[in-house]
């Protein structure tokens, strides 16, 4: 997730504020650091069904220092799996389901909720990444699964770029699609959307329906799509239903969210900022 920012830090507890960031990628990673680190095992996570040579390639640059595999971490809808066995691995099963136990109660209660809205009437919803807001990720990554999960209909009639790659798309294609709600990660779009006369036939830009994902300590909604995103499933569902989750409803399990994961006693007026920028 790399480095925690000056503002990222207050959500987070100081004794993590030292943990240092080592750094991982696709055949560059320098596995000297973390040895050097003195790990008592590793985790690694990796997704269902891939081939798991790389598993064991990981686990011999390591040597006696031991690796355990993470099955689903960038699955939004099987965290539960992944926190229970951590949770095991670590010798704190309890904590593991307190977690499990909120995040399980927010996920039903969305998806009861929007089995409840008939096809026809779901919102069309782009995701507009970069700067330009001509990336995305359809339906089918999991960058973008959270409008999945919300009952959200992905317009983005495009590929699956593999890893952690967007898709590039045109102006003309944005257009077609008519997107009802616009989700971005950049708040550099949402100046540019308000200029720029092609974004404005977009009922998502003309209606005022653009949303910029809160981001501190880390991404609610994506990059990396990771267990941060827990506390994005109330937000999106929010963002996509407000009537059928109102703004108290969301409130609550936010704070709820960051007193038992981040272990930060969240207030109105902070939640209020974080909205904000």
């Not at 680190?37 to 031991?66: C, H, M, R, W, Y």
Request: charged share 20%.
């Amino acid at each position: 997730m790399g480095h925690l920012s000056d503002e990222s830090k207050k959500f987070i507890p100081e004794t993590y504020h030292s943990i240092p960031v080592l750094g991982w990628g696709r055949g560059s990673t320098n596995y000297e650091r973390y040895i050097a680190a003195s790990p008592d095992l590793a985790f690694v996570g990796f997704e269902a069904g891939i081939n798991t040579s790389g598993i064991d390639l990981v686990q011999e640059k390591f040597g006696a220092i031991p690796v355990v595999c993470v099955e689903n971490t960038r699955n939004a809808v099987a965290y539960a799996q992944t926190i229970t066995f951590i949770g095991d691995v670590l010798g704190i099963p309890e904590r593991a389901e307190e977690l499990n136990d909120y995040y399980l109660g927010v996920l039903d209660e969305v998806q009861s909720g929007i089995e409840r809205i008939p096809e026809e009437k779901r919102v069309r919803v782009y995701y507009a990444e970069g700067n330009h807001g001509l990336s995305t990720d359809p339906s089918g990554s999991p960058h973008s699964q959270l409008i999945d999960i919300c009952g959200g209909v992905n317009v983005a009639d495009c590929k699956v770029s593999s890893g952690s790659g967007m898709t590039e798309v045109t102006m003309e294609s944005v257009l077609m699609w008519k997107p009802d709600v616009i989700i971005t990660t950049s708040r550099e779009f949402t100046l540019l959307v308000r200029s720029h006369d092609s974004w404005e036939k977009i009922p998502a830009v003309s209606n005022n329906r653009v949303y910029v994902t809160p981001t501190n300590p880390f991404n609610w909604f994506d990059r990396p799509p990771g267990v941060n995103r827990i506390v994005g499933i109330p937000w999106t569902a929010h963002v996509l239903y407000p009537e059928l989750f109102p703004d108290d409803w969301f409130r609550a399990k936010v704070k709820k969210f960051y007193q038992l994961y981040y272990h930060y006693p969240l207030s109105d007026e902070e939640l209020s900022l974080l909205l904000s920028k």
